[in-house]
């Protein structure tokens, strides 16, 4: 099989699990919206990259799929609390829980996911790392809750820079990742160096993508986005696109506008447009490319450390979420 069949073939296991795991019907209110956000879609890379990062070490992937899922109920237990705090309507091109139910069943949602996510990770009985596999995953959950924290921070504060941007993403985004790669090796044993080589490489890979992700906000396809474009820009997000124009902008147009954001936290609808022509002409969307780029081709050199490892599905994955659209 290539790659993308492979791929195909660890996210089936993956939905298969996720529906195991999600079946119970009672009580109502509390399962109801748990089978809507788990089988509701999303790219799955976070579980299948912790299977991939299993497979990396000649393990048996299937050993990581309770540990993959586990990743994929914590990450979309931060995505309903993220939702409840930035007041989305939408996510994946349909309402979020506390839109479609209300904020209580949203929180208790969340609650549940965190204690399904932990019933899933091995005991010791079950694995010699069991104790490290948990741990990460307890410290995968508190610096990205940290990270939702500094988001929520720095919606309030006016004079967020690009070094507390990069603080914020570690935690909400590059964290998560080390997470999946973290967890997956030592679920085949790896050695403590090579553990950390995919720790390294999952760190880089976060966050380019999160950067990436930043840039796709404002010009991907709608459609295909699953979302409004230019999300971040109403909300009062401080992106790197932002950040990286108020360091740049000189016109009084572009300072105005960038005033505006920063003085409303946001900007109307209408205005949108006229904010992105800004960012294009002072060179912001081919910053944001070039640095995202770094950062994966920082996570490639990682890679090129493990020798006769076969990384070459990690690095399937790192070249098909760099060429990504939406």
């Known amino acids: 099989m290539d790659h993308k069949e492979i791929y195909n073939e660890y996210l089936s296991k993956v939905e298969k699990k996720i529906a195991e795991t999600v079946h119970l019907d009672e009580p109502k209110q509390l399962y109801e919206p748990l089978k809507y956000i788990m089988t509701g879609g999303g790219k799955r890379i976070r579980p299948v990259l912790t299977m991939i990062s299993t497979a990396?070490?000649?393990?048996?992937?299937?050993?990581?799929?309770?540990?993959?899922?586990?990743?994929?109920?914590?990450?979309?237990?931060?995505?309903?609390?993220?939702?409840?705090?930035?007041?989305?309507?939408?996510?994946?091109?349909?309402?979020?829980?506390?839109?479609?139910?209300?904020?209580?069943?949203?929180?208790?949602?969340?609650?549940?996911?965190?204690?399904?996510?932990?019933?899933?990770?091995?005991?010791?009985?079950?694995?010699?790392?069991?104790?490290?596999i948990r741990d990460e995953f307890t410290k995968g959950l508190i610096e990205v809750c940290e990270g939702q924290a500094y988001d929520m921070q720095y919606n309030e504060k006016k004079d967020i820079t690009l070094v507390d941007y990069f603080t914020m993403i570690e935690k909400k985004t590059a964290k998560l990742l080390?997470?999946?790669?973290?967890?997956?090796?030592?679920?085949?044993?790896?050695?403590?160096?090579?553990?950390?080589?995919?720790?390294?490489?999952?760190?880089?890979?976060?966050?380019?993508?999160?950067?990436?992700?930043?840039?796709?906000?404002?010009?991907?396809?709608?459609?295909?986005?699953?979302?409004?474009?230019?999300?971040?820009?109403?909300?009062?997000?401080k992106t790197f696109l932002i950040l990286t124009l108020k360091n740049r902008a000189k016109s009084p147009e572009a300072l105005i506008l960038l005033e505006e954001f920063f003085v409303n936290?946001?900007?109307?609808?209408?205005?949108?447009?006229?904010?992105?022509?800004?960012?294009?002409?002072?060179?912001?969307?081919?910053?944001a490319r070039e640095k995202s780029n770094n950062f994966f081709e920082a996570a490639k050199n990682e890679l090129h450390k493990l020798n006769n490892k076969e990384t070459g599905m990690l690095l399937w994955l790192l070249d098909t979420i760099r060429s990504r659209n939406h």
């Open 56 to 132: 990396a070490f000649a393990a048996d992937p299937n050993a990581a799929i309770n540990s993959a899922v586990a990743i994929e109920l914590l990450h979309n237990f931060t995505l309903v609390h993220d939702d409840i705090m930035d007041q989305s309507p939408m996510r994946r091109g349909k309402p979020t829980v506390h839109s479609k139910w209300d904020e209580p069943v949203a929180i208790l949602l969340g609650d549940v996911m965190v204690g399904w996510g932990y019933s899933l990770l091995p005991k010791s009985s079950d694995h010699p790392r069991a104790d490290q």
């Open 265 to 287: 936290n946001g900007l109307p609808e209408s205005k949108i447009s006229k904010m992105a022509s800004m960012m294009n002409e002072h060179g912001v969307f081919k910053i």
């Open 178 to 237: 080390e997470t999946c790669g973290v967890i997956g090796s030592h679920i085949a044993e790896a050695p403590d160096e090579e553990v950390e080589i995919i720790r390294k490489f999952c760190y880089n890979l976060g966050i380019g993508f999160q950067i990436q992700d930043d840039l796709l906000d404002i010009v991907a396809d709608q459609s295909k986005l699953g979302k409004k474009i230019g999300l971040d820009l109403l909300e009062g997000k």
